[in-house]
């Protein structure tokens, strides 16, 4: 089966970037669809994009659209989320998820994102 690892988190200011990296590692050529999530304290989790693992089809949020972009290397079992302008509602632990089947069946750890005003 998929294992994946986030890493890139961090403590930044409004109007910073930080790049976000989540490593796959087993089966990865089962994998279909790729994603981030994020879950900030008592709010649902939001789906923030996704990328076609064979191919590279998007989709991002209303909320990030136009300041975040996902990518992939595939070579190395990666997955990327490269955000820009961040705000302080960005804040949540961020999550990597692949989609082996229907749904999101394997998830990360999480990596925390503070943006401080």
């Known amino acids: 089966q998929v294992q994946l690892v986030e890493s890139g988190g961090g403590l930044v200011q409004a109007g910073d970037s930080l790049r976000l990296s989540c490593t796959a590692s087993?089966?990865?050529?089962?994998?279909?669809?790729m994603a981030w999530f994020r879950q900030a304290p008592g709010k649902e989790r939001d789906h923030v994009a996704n990328?076609?693992?064979?191919?590279?089809?998007?989709y991002y949020a209303d909320s990030v659209n136009g300041r975040f972009t996902i990518s992939k290397d595939k070579a190395k079992g990666a997955v990327f989320l490269q955000m820009n302008n961040l705000k302080p509602e960005d804040t949540a632990v961020y999550y990597c998820?692949?989609?082996?089947?229907?749904?999101?069946?394997?998830w990360g750890q999480g990596t925390q994102v503070t943006v401080s005003a």
């Open positions: 087993g089966r990865t050529f089962t994998m279909y669809r």
């Open positions: 990328i076609l693992w064979s191919g590279g089809t998007t």
């Open positions: 998820a692949a989609s082996v089947g229907s749904g999101y069946d394997i």
